[in-house]
């Protein structure tokens, strides 16, 4: 069965800390990995990553794939509390067009 | 805004009830999708259509039942829900991109409460 699995479930730091989340995924005909920030109710899209050791970087955000590994890890540097927010990951299939596997996410709290 | 809205963005149903959720997206996508979130569980996805054709249905009760006019738009509907199906429902379009890759964007969702 294919299966994502996000670590950790929550986490709490404070505010100019660095945080790396990390997803780790089991599935048959692996696509692409997304990376999903989810702050009251829409996730929103932070990142794809479809080859392996490329690193990916949106400002103080960075993710990396590690295919033969099967995870990913996704950085947070000098957070800020409005990091603060459900990060989810989640898995495409080669097989098919619109499904994704989705990880539980993880839950990041920033204190100031 | 992610260019998906949908509405309600709150509803509480008795379970004799009945009632649709809506979902308008304006990127002009050809995919859209329901899911359902429920408390630290993954996002279930439940219906996918493309150009206005169903094409996955994962195994969901018939008392959810979609549909879908046009390719803007996506409905919802419930009838005798159960308390276990109080969750935020998400509604998500996406269009496909080079080599089949793409990516959902989603709306606010609908935060339902069967009572």
């Known amino acids: 069965e294919d299966k994502v699995v996000q670590s950790p479930l929550s986490l709490v730091v404070h505010e100019g800390d660095t945080v790396t989340l990390n997803c780790s995924y089991e599935?048959?005909?692996?696509?692409?990995l997304l990376w999903y920030k989810q702050e009251k109710k829409a996730p929103t899209f932070l990142f794809m990553l479809t080859s392996s050791g490329i690193e990916k970087k949106s400002g103080r955000l960075s993710s990396i794939l590690d295919k033969k590994e099967l995870f990913s890890i996704l950085n947070i540097t000098a957070t800020q509390t409005g990091d603060s927010a459900v990060y989810l990951c989640a898995v495409s299939l080669m097989d098919s067009n619109y499904q994704l596997i989705w990880g539980a996410g993880t839950k990041l709290i920033i204190k100031p | 805004e992610t260019g998906v809205t949908q509405t309600p963005r709150h509803l509480v149903m008795g379970m004799t009830n009945k009632k649709s959720l809506k979902c308008e997206q304006h990127?002009?996508?050809?995919?859209m999708y329901w899911y359902k979130q429920s408390a630290k569980k993954p996002l279930e996805l439940m219906f996918v259509y493309n150009f206005k054709e169903q094409t996955e249905n994962n195994s969901v009760p018939s008392r959810f039942s979609p549909e879908c006019p046009n390719s803007s738009h996506l409905f919802l509907h419930l009838h005798t829900l159960q308390p276990e199906d109080s969750a935020l429902y998400l509604c998500?379009?996406?269009?496909?991109?080079?080599?089949?890759?793409?990516?959902?964007?989603f709306g606010q969702g609908t935060r339902l409460t069967v009572v």
């Open positions: 998500a379009s996406s269009q496909e991109g080079r080599q089949g890759a793409f990516r959902a964007f």
């Open positions: 990127l002009g996508h050809n995919a």
């Open positions: 599935v048959t005909n692996f696509r692409s």
